[in-house]
C-alpha cells in the first residue's frame, strides 16, 4: 500500500491468479519458513508443541511433526468463514483452497481429526480431550 504496509488482500488477487507468481513468492518465502520453524520447533520446552499450518503437506511441514491434527470443517463453510474474516470474494477464495490439498487427503493423512462444524464451546471439548490425550501420549 502507498502507507508501507501489506496489502493483503491485493496480494492473494495476483499470486492465485498468476501462478509464476505464486511459483516466486513460494520460492522465496517457503525455505525461509522452514528454517525458522525448524528452529523454532528445537527451542521449544513445553510437554508438547502445535505447529499450525495451512499448508502443511504442500510445504513438506509435516515432516516436522510426530502427529497430525485437522481441525475440519465442510468446504461450504470454510468458503464462507473465509470470505467473512479476510472480506475476500468468493473467486479468491475458491481458488486459495483449489491450491491446497483435498480435504478428503487432508483427513486421510491425518492422526487426529476434530469437526469445528458445531459451535465454540464443542470445539473447546474437542481440544481439550485431545490435550489430556497428547499429555498421556508424552508422559508414556
Known sequence: ???????????RKIIFSDREAKAWLENLLHPLIAKLLQERLTETSSA?????????????????VDRVLVIDVDEQTQLSRAMARDGSDKAVI???IA?????????RRADDVVSNEGNLNQLKEHIEALHDHYRGIVTT
Open 48 to 64: 508438547y508443541t502445535i505447529l499450525e499450518s495451512p499448508l502443511l503437506f504442500e510445504t513438506e511441514q509435516h515432516k516436522f
Open 1 to 11: 500500500s502507498t502507507e508501507g504496509s501489506l496489502d493483503r488482500a491485493a496480494l
Open 94 to 96: 475458491q481458488s486459495i
Open 99 to 107: 491450491a491446497q490439498i483435498s480435504r478428503d487427503e487432508r483427513i
